[in-house]
């Protein structure tokens, strides 16, 4: 008898209904070169398409960098790719831009995206590293005329359920930009004590109830029952608010405050398991010894913590002569940009000149 070699066709998984609602059944989402209708209606509605990114403030970020052909920047945050794509052009085929990432998992992705694209290696160097290490990169490839760094994560990581970076779905609870090395969430936060956390989420995030959240999670684990879930963390945090009396907060209130304890205290997790100060801090150290004389830098910081560690650095650094010019004030995307891309609001640009 032959054999049968036949294999059995497999059908795409269809999803329920009218509307994908599981982010594996929204496939054409992740493919925008042969769905692009269907990422255009997902962005006009104000959302992110699935295992996409949209790239913020491009245009003031290239006006602030004032790119010219043949220049050679820094893209240290790489991510989708969207704003190395855009500088890429700026410079019509003349000159480099190095790229960095973290990301083992993302950074394959956007090197075959922006390869496809018709930047090759000739024009664009991507390079496996965190950014805080922009001094050994240095030392490979000479100084730079600009450099980018976005410091938000990446849409692809916090919608893809596997990273464990949102309370919306269940998932381990990882959180880490490389999660190949350190410590998880969930590592971490079986490892630290009730004040650490307490402290954490203050310094991090501003988070107004800490206290109450981190005797909910304590309470857990002293059950037998520690976070290792997003939704175990979530639930937490839901247990703490919820138990605040009618005094401090109305039930309708309620419902408004875990939505924003959830994000504060998942941000202040985040922040704690990448080092992301630490790294923003020496980035910040080495920043002015990697530039060219009149080099341009330009910084998307997400929240209050790191732009405060970028304003201090820019005006002392100018206080002391090494950068001639900085921006007077944050430039803030614009209102039509916050509607088509929600995740943009908290976004704040600086910049710098180098003497």
Same mark, same amino acid.
């Given at each position: =008898?032959?054999?049968?070699?036949?294999?059995?066709?497999?059908?795409?998984?269809?999803?329920?209904?009218?509307?994908?609602?599981?982010?594996?059944?929204?496939?054409?989402?992740?493919?925008?070169?042969?769905?692009? /209708?269907?990422?255009?209606?997902?962005?006009?509605?104000?959302?992110?398409?699935?295992?996409?990114?949209?790239?913020?403030?491009? &245009?003031?970020?290239?006006?602030?960098?004032?790119?010219?052909?043949?220049?050679?920047?820094?893209?240290?945050?790489?991510?989708?790719?969207?704003?190395?794509?855009?500088?890429?052009? +700026?410079?019509?085929?003349?000159?480099?831009?190095?790229?960095?990432?973290?990301?083992?998992?993302?950074?394959?992705?956007?090197?075959?995206?922006?390869?496809?694209?018709?930047?090759?290696?000739?024009?664009?160097?991507?390079?496996?590293?965190?950014?805080?290490?922009?001094?050994?990169?240095?030392?490979?490839?000479?100084? %730079? /005329?600009?450099?980018?760094?976005?410091?938000?994560?990446?849409? =692809?990581?916090?919608?893809?359920? /596997?990273?464990?970076?949102?309370?919306?779905?269940?998932?381990?609870?990882?959180?880490?930009?490389?999660?190949?090395?350190?410590?998880?969430?969930?590592?971490?936060? &079986?490892?630290?004590?009730?004040?650490?956390?307490?402290? =954490?989420?203050?310094?991090?995030?501003? !988070?107004?109830?800490?206290? !109450?959240?981190?005797?909910?999670?304590?309470?857990?684990?002293?059950?037998?029952?520690?976070?290792?879930?997003?939704?175990?963390?979530?639930?937490?945090?839901?247990?703490?608010?919820?138990?605040?009396?009618?005094?401090?907060?109305?039930?309708?209130?309620?419902?408004?405050?875990?939505?924003?304890? +959830?994000?504060?205290?998942?941000?202040?997790?985040?922040?704690?398991?990448?080092?992301?100060?630490?790294?923003?801090?020496?980035?910040?150290?080495?920043?002015?010894?990697?530039?060219?004389?009149?080099?341009?830098?330009?910084?998307?910081? %997400?929240?209050?913590?790191?732009?405060?560690?970028?304003?201090?650095? %820019?005006?002392?650094?100018?206080?002391?002569?090494?950068?001639?010019?900085?921006?007077?004030?944050?430039?803030?995307?614009?209102?039509?940009? +916050?509607?088509?891309?929600?995740?943009?609001?908290?976004?704040?640009?600086?910049?710098?000149?180098?003497?």
């Amino acid at each position: =008898m032959e054999a049968q070699n036949n294999q059995e066709h497999k059908r795409r998984v269809r999803y329920k209904g009218t509307h994908p609602r599981n982010f594996n059944e929204k496939y054409k989402e992740a493919n925008p070169e042969k769905y692009a /209708d269907t990422i255009e209606k997902v962005i006009k509605k104000g959302s992110t398409p699935a295992g996409m990114h949209l790239s913020i403030m491009v &245009n003031e970020i290239l006006d602030v960098l004032k790119i010219k052909p043949g220049e050679k920047g820094l893209d240290a945050t790489l991510g989708y790719g969207g704003h190395t794509k855009a500088m890429l052009q +700026c410079l019509a085929g003349q000159g480099k831009i190095v790229a960095l990432d973290v990301d083992p998992i993302e950074i394959v992705k956007t090197k075959k995206r922006l390869n496809d694209q018709g930047f090759g290696d000739d024009i664009l160097s991507i390079i496996q590293t965190n950014f805080e290490n922009i001094d050994i990169v240095s030392k490979q490839e000479g100084k %730079f /005329d600009f450099i980018l760094a976005d410091l938000g994560v990446s849409s =692809m990581q916090i919608d893809n359920p /596997d990273r464990g970076f949102s309370y919306k779905t269940n998932a381990p609870l990882d959180l880490r930009l490389d999660p190949m090395h350190g410590e998880s969430a969930a590592e971490r936060l &079986n490892s630290i004590t009730r004040d650490e956390f307490v402290g =954490m989420m203050i310094q991090n995030a501003d !988070e107004p109830y800490a206290e !109450e959240i981190a005797s909910a999670v304590f309470n857990r684990k002293k059950k037998g029952n520690p976070v290792k879930t997003t939704i175990d963390l979530k639930e937490a945090i839901e247990e703490a608010i919820n138990k605040l009396p009618k005094s401090v907060l109305s039930k309708d209130e309620k419902s408004v405050v875990i939505k924003k304890s +959830c994000a504060r205290v998942f941000q202040a997790l985040r922040i704690d398991v990448n080092c992301e100060y630490e790294v923003l801090y020496n980035f910040l150290e080495k920043l002015p010894d990697v530039l060219n004389e009149g080099a341009r830098v330009a910084i998307l910081t %997400f929240h209050s913590g790191e732009d405060r560690l970028v304003k201090k650095s %820019f005006k002392q650094l100018y206080k002391a002569g090494v950068y001639k010019e900085i921006s007077d004030e944050v430039i803030r995307p614009s209102k039509e940009e +916050c509607f088509r891309n929600p995740r943009a609001a908290s976004t704040k640009l600086r910049w710098a000149v180098k003497a």
